[in-house]
């Protein structure tokens, strides 16, 4: 023991601000949060199954005996009296759990799906849906995309089930499956911008830098799995200069997905410009292992039949949807959406995956600077061109270090935090040198 005294005192206490002690701290961290997490899930599956079991036997007896609603009452003062410190056995939740029982009748799909959100959804989805199959789809998305009972409650009422899937498209024809299928279930229609609060009389600029004002709740409409990359994003063609609305990354489709906002009724040349802007960022921002880019045209109106013909030859995969606006944010709403830290836990990755889009761009624009031409896409060969024409790039060996981080960002693969604010830090260095030297040039 006074051994193992002694090394302690000698050996020193690794410093708080070094990248193993931090890392180690991270990992343990995550690993306490996880088990607390999972605790906690424990503790309300448990709860759930109990609500549920109590439902069928009310259900059943009630069947059985032909027991009227009364006995409910009855049940919930016994129940009470002899468990007094148990809360959630009033007659109002009792009658709950029945409905709970008759709502979802298959003890496996209660078990593996339903028991696993808190109560209060499950009593949302009692509430405010009707029909078994819609049931399920909602308590699958709100487990799999973490709705809170606010958000459950707002896309139920927005009947975000109705509208999955119903845009118009040609994905079928222009992507390979299961990517065509995939694609077809993510896009909407119509699109819901009530958050908004405008009036219907607005301009394509102006329903542009809303929907930027309002990015938080732009993207709980797109979905889950959309990045944002940019607006008025740039794009030169035939030394002509283009710029798209909005340009996302979607991290499971692994695509660029493009919006173009139109606040008049969809017209057939549309589609034609859509399969310009489509072509051009599949040829300057697409990479090897990425997915053919998307194209959604937002419009104010469309006519079913216009649009079929508009697509039927088009080469590249676009969908067209309509969008509703409203003059008034119901307040529920706003209590639904996220706060910025909450935006940022839940796509820690959207800013790399920014900063490496526009780092390829600054390099190629470089590039095209120092007269190179014909280089292939990507990062690497990009900045191994310009080494060789001897332009010397001062943070290129920091960026290379964590170059591997920002392709992870890119493909959606997961990173610990602390990953990805040192990766996001050198490569805004290494952004900022590139702008510089593009000035300079």
């Known amino acids: 023991m006074l051994a193992d005294m002694l090394l302690s005192m000698t050996v020193p206490i690794p410093p708080e601000d070094g990248n193993e002690y931090a890392a180690l701290l ?10 607390r997490l999972r605790a ?35 049940l919930a003062a016994d129940l009470r009296r002899d468990f007094p410190e148990m809360t959630g056995l009033s007659s109002r939740n009792l009658k709950y759990m029945r409905a709970f029982a008759e709502a979802f009748i298959d003890p496996e ?7 696993r959100l808190p109560w209060g959804h499950v009593v949302r989805l009692i509430e405010g849906v009707k029909g078994e199959q819609a049931r399920f789809w909602y308590a699958r998305q709100a487990l799999d995309h973490g709705w809170s009972r606010n958000v459950l409650v707002h896309q ?8 999955q899937g119903k845009a ?44 930027l004002e309002h990015l938080r709740a732009l993207i709980l409409e797109l979905g889950k799995g959309f990045a944002f990359v940019g607006s008025q994003y ?32 969809f017209k057939p040349e549309f589609a034609g410009k859509m399969n310009f802007y489509l072509s051009a960022v599949d040829d300057q921002l697409r990479h090897a292992d990425d997915a053919p880019s998307i194209g959604i045209i937002l419009c104010k109106g469309k006519n079913s039949v216009i649009v079929e013909y508009a697509l039927r030859d088009s080469t590249r995969p676009m969908g067209v949807a309509e969008y509703r606006l409203s ?24 800013s790399l995956i920014k900063l490496r889009v ?69 490569a805004a260095d290494f952004l900022a040198e590139l702008q510089a030297l593009r000035k300079e040039a």
């Open 26 to 35: 991270a990992a343990l961290k995550e690993r306490i949060g996880t088990a």
């Open 40 to 74: 906690a899930a424990a503790v309300n599956q448990e709860l759930i199954l109990l609500y549920w079991s109590i439902g069928r036997d009310i259900l059943t007896r009630q069947k059985k005996e032909g027991w009227g609603t009364r006995v409910i009452d009855r």
């Open 109 to 115: 799909i209660v078990q593996q799906l339903v028991a």
């Open 156 to 163: 139920i009422e927005s009947d975000l089930y109705g509208r």
């Open 168 to 211: 118009l498209t040609n994905f079928s024809r222009t992507l390979p499956a299961p990517q065509s299928d995939l694609a077809q279930a993510l896009i909407k229609d119509p699109y819901s911008f009530e958050f908004l609060g405008v009036s219907v009389e607005i301009s394509e600029r102006q329903l542009e830098r809303g929907l």
């Open 234 to 265: 740039h794009l030169q063609v035939g030394n002509q200069d283009y710029y798209l609305d909005l340009l996302f990354y979607h991290l499971r489709l692994r695509c660029f997905v493009m919006v173009e906002l139109k606040i008049e009724d």
């Open 327 to 350: 003059t008034k944010l119901p307040e529920r709403l706003k209590a639904a959406l996220p706060t910025e830290s909450e935006f940022a836990r839940e796509f820690p990755l959207l």
């Open 358 to 426: 526009e780092i390829e761009r600054e390099l190629r624009a470089l590039a095209s600077h120092q007269g190179l031409t014909d280089i292939p896409l990507g990062i690497q060969a990009t900045i191994t061109a310009l080494s060789r024409a001897g332009l010397a790039l001062r943070n290129v060996d920091r960026f290379l270090e964590i170059a591997g981080v920002l392709n992870r960002a890119a493909h959606g693969l997961d990173l610990e935090n602390f990953q990805a604010e040192a990766a996001v830090a050198t």
